[in-house]
């Protein structure tokens, strides 16, 4: 989603924290070891193992789509509350400890008692992911990117993309453009699917005694210039509201599980939302949202966009800290209005 700076910011990961093997002699990809969890990949599939009833239980997922729930995972820190890659794998953010979890919040799985859940150092598993990453991504694909403006994640070894997965998520400060906040990236291209979006900067007129302290900018000129699907940038700070704008193309490679309420404003075009129950992904809703539409996701369920053009979407985070617990204990309802 939004916009993404591009200059090189390594993910850098301690090395002695990753367990990994050595290049599998066929596809050349390496094995890593996570707690009890296993992760290994083919020229189509990610594979996830886990330990059950005494017995070890394996998931597959196609390759891209697992590295681009994967990069969402690094690029947003884990987010808030749950990023489930699909209706199987997923990660939860306790902010400082994460759960990774098979079939947890799986009604089925669940029910036949082969779910499985572990609690890491959110240092610890990032760092896998990252490494993950580093070694799985190819040449010429880009897990950021949308389908068509990227390569194809399948196949044997062949390189690696460190330039995409290197990329990182822009925290502004108070708002882009402001001294010393993040940059308005003008030197990057318009999109394809924005060359309609005009360029041209608001005027500033301040009342005198105020020259330097109104700052404006042109937000969808900023969004025509994202590089990136799917990824939420933090373009407006006041206290613990923020402003986090962003660009959709295709699918959100992830099902986000709420940990409190989020706001949702449609800035153009049209994005269908397949909604379900947070727990046991039991389909609730589906929701079409067209430019000027506003929508609230409760902090009981998760969500998954579908985006046909490129879109641009305004999501409002609370980031009050103790907001997943009053959630989570009842104090708060689930939902923002009461009808």
């Given at each position: 989603m939004a916009m993404m700076d591009n200059a090189n910011q390594p993910l850098s990961f301690a090395a002695d924290e990753v367990d990994a093997s050595q290049p599998d002699p066929l596809t050349g990809y390496r094995r890593f070891q996570l707690g009890a969890?296993?992760?290994?990949?083919?020229?189509?599939?990610?594979?996830?193992?886990?330990?059950?009833?005494?017995?070890?239980?394996?998931?597959?997922?196609?390759?891209?789509?697992?590295?681009?729930?994967?990069?969402?995972?690094?690029?947003?820190?884990?987010?808030?509350?749950?990023?489930?890659?699909?209706?199987?794998?997923?990660?939860?953010?306790?902010?400082?400890?994460?759960?990774?979890?098979a079939g947890t919040f799986n009604g089925v799985l669940k029910q036949a008692g082969v779910d499985y859940l572990e609690t890491f150092e959110s240092p610890r598993i990032m760092a896998t992911f990252k490494?993950?990453?580093?070694?799985?991504?190819?040449?010429?694909?880009?897990?950021?990117?949308?389908?068509?403006?990227?390569?194809?994640?399948?196949?044997?070894?062949?390189?690696?993309?460190?330039?995409?997965?290197?990329?990182?998520?822009?925290?502004?400060?108070?708002?882009?453009?402001?001294?010393?906040?993040?940059?308005?990236?003008?030197?990057?291209?318009?999109?394809?699917?924005?060359?309609?979006?005009?360029?041209d900067e608001p005027e500033i007129h301040a009342e005198p005694g105020f020259a330097g302290e109104l700052h404006a900018f042109n937000l969808f000129k900023y969004l025509s210039r994202s590089d990136v699907t799917w990824n939420p940038s933090v373009?407006?700070?006041?206290?613990?509201?923020l402003f986090c704008p962003t660009t959709e193309e295709f699918i959100l490679p992830i099902f986000h599980g709420n940990d409190r309420v989020e706001w949702f404003l449609q800035l153009s075009d049209e994005i269908v939302w397949e909604i379900a129950d947070k727990n046991d992904g039991a389909p609730r809703a589906r929701v079409t949202m067209r430019a000027g539409d506003i929508a609230a996701m409760?902090?009981?369920?998760?969500?998954?966009?579908?985006?046909?053009?490129?879109?641009?979407?305004?999501?409002?985070?609370?980031?009050?800290?103790?907001?997943?617990?009053?959630?989570?204990?009842?104090?708060?309802?689930p939902y923002p209005v009461e009808f």
């Open positions: 969890f296993e992760f290994s990949r083919d020229e189509y599939f990610a594979r996830v193992a886990w330990p059950a009833k005494g017995e070890t239980h394996s998931h597959l997922i196609p390759a891209d789509a697992f590295l681009r729930a994967v990069m969402r995972d690094v690029a947003w820190g884990f987010f808030y509350g749950w990023v489930n890659f699909d209706e199987v794998i997923g990660t939860r953010n306790h902010y400082g400890m994460v759960d990774l979890y490494a993950i990453l580093h070694d799985w991504v190819n040449e010429g694909f880009d897990p950021f990117a949308a389908p068509e403006e990227t390569g194809s994640a399948f196949g044997r070894k062949h390189g690696d993309n460190a330039e995409a997965i290197e990329r990182f998520r822009v925290a502004t400060q108070r708002m882009p453009g402001l001294p010393d906040d993040s940059p308005l990236r003008d030197d990057l291209p318009v999109n394809r699917q924005f060359a309609d979006v005009a360029q373009t407006s700070v006041c206290k613990a509201s409760p902090a009981d369920i998760r969500h998954q966009g579908y985006s046909t053009k490129r879109s641009m979407l305004l999501v409002w985070e609370n980031a009050t800290p103790d907001l997943p617990q009053r959630y989570e204990s009842g104090e708060l309802p």
